[in-house]
């Protein structure tokens, strides 16, 4: 099939708002310095519903969402050399060029080799590779996971260790890596309390990560009691509902005083900007850090007292983890085929790609964690 248009099935969005219809997509083949994936299974994050419903400002329609992706390579275009035919491998929405100022710098994992063309839901020579009935659909987050064929820039796709079963891995696409990274790129957690706002799959993975490096105390807080037994599960301490807190308390005044002053680290893995300042404001003066994870909708603004920064707590966040996907995602799996990383306890939910809107129905229930996609 190299060079050739391939016919298959993808989930499309054809307007903000709309449920997904199945539809017979074409493929084009891939150009210089593109991959074509065969897409075996892809989870459905929040990311993804966010974009659908219309929240996201960069949202583009119509669209073939999905990013949480794990397939085996069909194609490759001309020059590329990372990747090869029958590859195991995992999209990446965080590209990983080595050539950028950001790649070079030493400082951070976003990559701006193809962030700006991504964002235009089209590839980096600013077409697109999918078409229904002849007309163009666009690109999403630089993966579009949810069509059998899609094709990524060779920068935006890494090959892992083909022992690790796609259903799962496929995973560390999104979710899974964002926790790791965001605790094991921040240093001093080892001995200190941390705070988890949000016990979904980001929340669970901030909360094993913290447990594996070393955490003195991992305080999971949810509105949901079902939650619980899950933070408990992978690592948690202790357990806060804010919900079950006296008329008029707020969590982060709660936590303050049960951690005699406050957290050292905390996370918002919610995407509400309200948790966001109670993350904040929880944390301990004179030196509390703060991570922000949870993508917050269009229009939607973080605030809180200067005085909350003065007196020495750091307000951060991260995409991806930080982690350079291209670099340290072939560990991960290694982490995991190992048993050192969590990875298919997320998976509470299994769809077909027809079945791809009860998966999207599942994610709003309390007791779904991650569904996996077959596709
Ligand atoms: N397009 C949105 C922002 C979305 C966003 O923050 N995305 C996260 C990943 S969410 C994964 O589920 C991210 O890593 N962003 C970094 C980047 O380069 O997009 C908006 O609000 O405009
Ligand atoms: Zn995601």
Known sequence: TAGKPITCKAAVCWAAGEELKIEDVEVAPPRAHEVRIHILWTGICHTDE??????????????????????IVESVGEGVTSVSVGDHVIPLYTAECRECKFCKSGKTNLCGSVRATQGQGLMPDK??????????IHHFMGTSTFSQYTVVADVSVVAVNPKAPLDRVCLLGCGITTAWGAVVKQPGIKGSTVAVFG?????????????????????????NPKKESWARKF?????????????????????I???????????DATGNVHVMRAALEACHKGWGVSTIIGVAAAGQEISTRPFQLVTGRT???????????????????E??????????EYVTHRRTLPEINAGFHDMHSGDCIRCVVDM
């Open 50 to 71: 966010y974009t659908r419903s219309g929240k996201d400002p960069e949202g583009l329609f119509p669209v073939i969402l999905g990013h949480e992706g794990g397939g």
């Open 199 to 223: 016990v979904g799959a980001i929340g669970l993975g901030l909360i094993a990560t913290s447990a594996l490096v070393g955490a003195s105390r991992i305080i999971a807080v949810d509105t």
């Open 335 to 344: 982490d995991y085929l190992q048993g050192k990383v969590k990875v298919d």
């Open 315 to 333: 307000w951060r966040g991260s995409a991806f983890g930080g982690v350079k996907g291209r670099t340290e995602l072939p560990g991960l799996v």
């Open 235 to 255: 690592g948690a301490t202790e357990f806060v509902n804010p919900a079950d807190l006296p008329e008029g308390k707020r969590i982060q005044d709660y936590l």
């Open 127 to 136: 077409s697109v590779r999918f078409t229904v009935r002849g007309q163009p």
């Open 257 to 267: 005083e049960i951690t005699d002053g406050g957290l050292d680290y905390t996370f």
